[in-house]
């Protein structure tokens, strides 16, 4: 299955991303997490993209496609993929489109999930992450087992600097203003299914794999 996950930030996009490649053995890319992982490692990419990230603005485009061929050219790619945070905007899809194309793996569903700009907040102002292995907790919804601690690597969790709350509103109104003109070329294309984003994990999980049938 070839899919694209959209979704403003907050929304559970890398939570249902990483069950869905688990579930139907997917390769599972998250420009964000590249991009974090970047930064952590100092790189030339990574200290071009801090200073976006941190104002809670897009990364310019020409870095993040160049992340994405390579990382679409990767032999796991071929058995299926979900992106999760590409595309961004319509220049994004654009170019995604053509570098699909020459991959031949056309594009099958646009997941676009839908969450009130409330619940947004109260997701990402809770979220926690493990440095080490990158798992993503929240302090209500998805605790760890042990306060402050990844269940899986025993680092200690720390919050997303463009968590806090100012970068999360530059975040949203980023999405606000690149997110209709996108939504509409997947409409355009016959891509695109609405998924109610709302509910616990496993609700919208469900909603997602009855899409998928
Ligand atoms: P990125 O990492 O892609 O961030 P985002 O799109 O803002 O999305 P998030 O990671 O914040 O949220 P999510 O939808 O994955 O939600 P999650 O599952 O974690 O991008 C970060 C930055 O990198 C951007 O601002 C930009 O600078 C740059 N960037 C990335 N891609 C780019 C691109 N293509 N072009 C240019 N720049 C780019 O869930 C959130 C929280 O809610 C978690 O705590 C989770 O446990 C909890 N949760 C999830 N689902 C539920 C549920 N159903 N109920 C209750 N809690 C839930």
Redesign the pocket.
Known sequence: MHLVLL???????????TILARDLRLAHI????M??TAVREGSDLGLA?RE??DR??????EL?IALIQDRLGAPDARGGFIL??????VS?AERLDEILEELNLPLELVLN?QVPEAELIR??T???VCPGCGE???LV??PPKSLGVCDQCGEDLIQ?D??KEATVRM?LE??ERENAPLVEYYGEAGLLVDID?????E??YDRIRSELK
Do not use: C, I, W
């Open positions: 979704g403003p930030p907050g929304a559970g996009k890398g939570t249902q991303a998250s420009t964000g997490d991009l974090r993209a976006y990230m809670g603005e897009l990364v310019p485009d993040v999760d945070g590409f595309p961004r905007n994004q999930l997701r990402m809770g979220r926690r993503s907790y929240h919804f998805n997303r463009d968590d975040r980023v999405y984003g709302r509910g616990t994990v609700q919208v």
